[in-house]
């Protein structure tokens, strides 16, 4: 080993060469012309000017990697990854939900009072139910390749009808889609006021939870409902 006086220079002695090779999968050679300092050094003196790459300022702004996105919503139940102006600034009048829901989960019933919604089915299959103004409900399956859509203010929501995973992509015509799920909607009103719309007494209204966020996904307790 080569000894050095404190702040002295010299040459990286052999034994730290063959490491630094093995480590980087090179030459030892190649490093004998790197020196070491016994010295701290604070600064240090670069020959030339700084070389900046010329794609290191310009990020693709027309690029993101949801599926690298830690997701805002992920529960044992399902989970949901979303590409939002807040991530993604370039999305100006849209936005998109990328959902996947295992079979003891469920899309809570819900509707989006400023936004329509397009979902793509990537795998899995689903029953879709939508009410519409007139009060009666459309109900239908999905599987890996459809597509189906959801007009502005339509309440629906969307279960796992087969062993797999769903897994489907959601698009919004607006940057921050908000939507109002039940389980919020009747956490809005008093308990009175809801055993009358449902015309029943107050002892006989469930123990409805207190939810003061909308959950978007909640765990299914109970099984499938064959006859919907």
């Known amino acids: 080993m080569i000894k050095t006086k404190p702040g002295l220079i010299s040459v990286i002695h052999a034994g730290l060469r063959m490491d630094l090779g093995n480590t980087f999968t090179l030459p030892a050679a190649d490093f004998i012309p790197l020196k070491r300092s016994t010295a701290s050094a604070i600064l240090v003196r670069r020959d030339g000017p700084a070389t900046v790459p010329a794609n290191a300022a310009y990020p693709d702004p027309r690029k993101f990697g949801i599926a690298r996105e830690t997701p805002p919503i992920d529960h044992p139940y399902g989970s949901a990854r979303v590409a939002r102006s807040q991530f993604w600034p370039a999305l100006k009048h849209l936005a998109m939900y990328s959902i996947l829901i295992p079979e003891n989960g469920m899309r809570e ?120």
């Open 109 to 228: 019933p819900h509707w989006h009072p400023d936004t329509a919604e397009m979902g793509y089915v990537h795998k899995g299959r689903a029953r879709m139910s939508v009410l519409d103004p007139g009060g009666s409900v459309d109900t239908y399956e999905l599987e890996p390749g459809d597509t189906y859509f959801i007009p502005r203010s339509y309440p629906h929501q969307i279960e796992v009808i087969g062993e797999e995973d769903i897994h489907f992509l959601v698009f919004f015509d607006q940057p921050m889609p908000a939507d109002i799920g039940y389980r919020a909607s009747t956490s809005a009103v008093s308990r009175e006021v809801l055993a009358a719309a449902f015309g029943v007494s107050l002892g006989a209204l469930p123990p409805l939870p207190l939810t003061t966020e909308d959950p978007l996904i909640v765990p299914r307790v109970n099984a499938l409902d064959p006859e919907a």
